[in-house]
């Protein structure tokens, strides 16, 4: 085993998977595993302040951290400044802030983030960031008609991971995580 993922879903289900998780990272760190989280907040699983706990003890094993604007600041309090989702305004310059923060704060190596833009209920723009602990790049963005939004972010992720694992460059892995 290479790489183990885990998103922020499985701790959230119970106190029993929660350790599990936290087992495994463990385990994955000893063996020199890259670990990647989708931080995937669930407000349905648990509160803001039980997943910062746990989920603040399973990142410190976490290389890989893919999110959204949400996760972050419902998980962690870390927020995009001057930025409005539904609004159709987004600021590069605050999500580069809230990637660095969450680099600088558990020690990953690479931060991701997923910007979706709101244009209708129908209608998105996609587009994501990716931190490298020293600078931050932005992929293309797509417009994107909205049949079923479950699974975006996970098709994300397992492109992302794809990318960093087969060892495209940090732009061609998120240009193709996005696509």
């Known amino acids: ?15 029993n998977t929660a350790a599990i998780c936290l087992d495994a990272v463990k385990v994955a ?13 669930r407000k349905n699983l ?12 399973l990142m ?22 001057s930025s409005d989702i539904a609004g159709g305004r987004l600021n590069h310059d605050g999500y580069r802030d809230v990637a660095k923060q969450l680099a600088d704060r558990f020690g990953c190596k690479y931060v991701a983030i997923t910007l979706r833009t709101s244009i209708s209920a129908s209608d998105n723009r996609w587009a994501a960031m990716l931190y490298n602990g020293e600078s ?33 460059s940090d732009r061609e892995a998120l240009e193709f995580a996005v696509a």
């Not at 085993?1 to 106190?15: D, N, Q, R």
């Not at 760190?29 to 989708?38: P, Q």
Request: charged share 20%; proline share 2%; hydrophobic share 40%.
């Open 136 to 168: 931050a790049m932005f992929s293309r963005e797509y417009p994107v008609h909205i049949v079923d939004r479950v699974g975006g972010g996970d098709s994300f992720g397992g492109g992302l991971i794809y990318g960093l694992y087969t060892g495209m």
């Open 29 to 41: 760190k000893e063996r020199n595993i890259t670990v990647s989280c989708d931080l995937n907040f």
């Open 46 to 57: 648990w509160t803001s302040e039980r997943a910062g706990e746990v989920m603040g003890q």
């Open 60 to 81: 410190k094993y976490v290389d890989v951290c893919i999110a959204n604007e949400e996760d972050a600041e419902k998980v962690f309090g870390i927020a995009a400044a």
């Open 1 to 15: 085993t290479e790489w183990f993922h885990f998103t922020g879903i499985t701790p959230a289900l119970s106190s």
